[in-house]
């Protein structure tokens, strides 16, 4: 019942059935324009484009005939120069820090004084970070960076582009991933990230459809290897960044197991990115992108699904069955 009276205060105590229809007749009736056959007239800015996603998305979507502002935090690095090698002139490079204000607005700047005629069609938020650890072996300097780099950084692009985006009545993308939602053993301050850049982007959604701007989240699973996104470490390295009570609780031999098990766990993952960009177009230039696009195997494809509906006890009960889990337990409770 209170869901039920607060929806009717939102609509102006209008019958629920009513509204329902409403939607449901809004629904049909939308009148799907054609895919963009190419991008030629458009321009669009992707974030963190010195490699994985961003690089290759780039290259696509220059392609297709995009003007591509590829964004790139070392524009003198190897991986800018690779892109804008091998890119039509329509691609340009642009110095963007996601986690500087300035860099932000002269980006901006940029992107104003070199629009085609059609503007900037989409704006793809990929730049991002990803580290593992468990909770107690991080600080809040690795939640600050984390955060301000994958959800700020984000936001800080989103609320300085959209009133270009909003003009050309275009797309915005965001690169979140299935830590949105799995809370997995070792992902804490990754899935604080995801899960608050997916908040950002659900309510963004919803105030951008009156402007019909169509916002997408993409969640990849397993790509560690198709990007080199994931930072590798040694058990070592792990070890001397925790202080001695840490050192007491999580002993070495706990430490170089859950090392092992996590670098194991990353080369099991995708070999390319095909999936991920594929989707990233498909949000770019279809005329009914989804709301999400989750990017697992088919054989994940149901778990994942359903996971998000789970009660708390199941979706917790989960991880028991795991191997790592179960040593884990084992082995600092023998202490």
Not at 296 to 314: C, I, K, N
Request: charged letters at 20%.
């Amino acid at each position: 019942m209170n869901t039920i009276f607060f929806i009717s205060q939102i609509v102006g105590i209008v019958p629920i059935s009513a509204v329902l229809l409403f939607v449901l007749a809004k629904l049909v009736s939308r009148r799907p324009s054609s895919h963009l056959q190419d991008g030629y007239g458009y321009a669009v800015l992707i974030t963190g484009c010195d490699s994985g996603f961003g690089h290759q998305l780039a290259q696509c979507l220059d392609h297709k005939g995009f003007v591509v502002f590829a964004g790139c935090l070392s524009p003198e690095g190897a991986g800018a120069q690779s892109l804008a090698r091998q890119s039509s002139s329509n691609l340009k490079i642009l110095k963007l820090d996601v986690t500087s204000d300035e860099e932000v607005q002269q980006a901006k700047k940029t992107v104003q004084d070199n629009l085609p005629e059609k503007g900037l069609w989409a704006v793809v938020n990929n730049a991002g970070i990803s580290d593992w650890a468990e909770i107690e072996w991080s600080t809040i300097e690795d939640f600050r960076k984390m955060v301000d780099i994958n959800l700020f950084g984000c936001i800080r692009t989103s609320i300085a582009f959209l009133p270009l985006v909003r003009a050309a009545k275009g797309r915005m993308v965001y690169v979140s991933s299935i830590f949105a939602f799995f809370n997995c053993l070792n992902m804490g301050a990754y899935s604080v990230s995801k899960r608050g850049l997916e908040a950002f982007a659900d309510c963004l959604r919803v105030e951008m459809a009156s402007f019909d701007v169509k916002v997408s989240i993409i969640q990849p699973g397993n790509f560690g290897r198709a990007t080199n996104i994931l930072k590798m470490k040694t058990g070592s390295d792990i070890w001397e960044k925790l202080d001695d009570e840490r050192k007491h609780m999580f002993n070495r031999q706990y430490i170089d197991l859950a090392n092992d098990y996590f670098n194991s766990t990353c080369k099991a993952g995708f070999k390319d990115a095909d999936m991920v960009i594929r989707a990233m177009l498909h949000a770019v230039t279809s005329p009914q992108p989804n709301y999400r696009y989750l990017l697992v195997s088919a054989m994940d494809r149901f778990f994942f699904q359903l996971f998000p509906f789970l009660p708390t006890f199941l979706t917790d009960a989960v991880f028991s069955l795991s191997p790592i889990f179960t040593k884990r337990k084992e082995m600092l409770y023998a202490m």
